[in-house]
């Protein structure tokens, strides 16, 4: 299958500061990738790029095998986004919001803007004015819009921003929805995990300009259980000197929690940790592994709290 969307070594100075330091992924059509990343991550940065609102300074950007660079017409034609708060008239309705919108477009039709209204859930409120809609029903209106030209892949920055645990849920039910109805691929950035985790198939790290990690949720496979990092406590005496020799010879900074040191290991490197502070003459009262949660991962991974 065609990726929906592909970065190849993308890259972005502004001045003479790197911005984007070569980010390479794909995303498949019909998936909800979340673009996770602290606050100056290059989130916007990268969004901007693949919409077309800024240009690259090195790499490509393929959007259905549609270069930017190239083909930027074709590739752009492929894309719909909501990149700040989406733009509606509040004294007009929803529906009307839609139609004038749709006449900007060549070739929308009146059944396509039923549609994406269907799509969306706005349903009876659609005739009501924008201005009177929650932030969750203008997201959501804004999502009908930016996907009445039946794009292949859309973008959301930052969708869950302002937006009360209600409104998020909404979102991640039309999100999901969407992805596996219309075969849109989704991407979705944000800076708290917590809040997108639950409606993406795969999550990508972004920090300083850099993709650091790219997961899958809800992944079981054979290897995610052994190769990918697991969540030990360690019951021992003395804790100063085990907590010494785990940073001198494992580089793990480990943390003191109710006499217990915590820490992530990957699992199949358990047991020769084990064994190295029994021979160093710590004693151990108690091993407790368990699989560490994507959030446990990624505040490992990012060094700062992206839960939210
Ligand atoms: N026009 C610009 N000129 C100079 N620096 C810029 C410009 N735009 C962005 N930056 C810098 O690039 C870095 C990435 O910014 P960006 O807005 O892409 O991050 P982000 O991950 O979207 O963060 P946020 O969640 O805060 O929007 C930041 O350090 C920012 O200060």
Redesign the pocket.
Known sequence: MQAAMELIDVKKT??K?E?IKGLSFTINQGEVFGFI??????????IRMMVGLMKLTDGDIRILGNSVKTDYKKAIAEVGAIVENPEMYPFMSGWSNLKHYARMIPGITEQRIQEVVELVGLGKAIKEKAGRYSLGMRQRLGIAQALLHNPSVLILD?PTNGLDPAGIREIRHYVRRLATEENVAIII?S?LLGEVEQMCDRIGI?KN?EMIAIQAVNDTSEESETQVLSQVKLEVSPADQAIEILKTSFEIDAVLDANKLVFQYEKNNIPSLIESLVKQNIAIYQVEVSKASLEDKFFDLIGENIIG
């Open positions: 502004i001045g500061k911005i990343g602290p606050n100056g991550a290059g989130k916007t940065t990268t930052e950035s800076h972004i300009g």
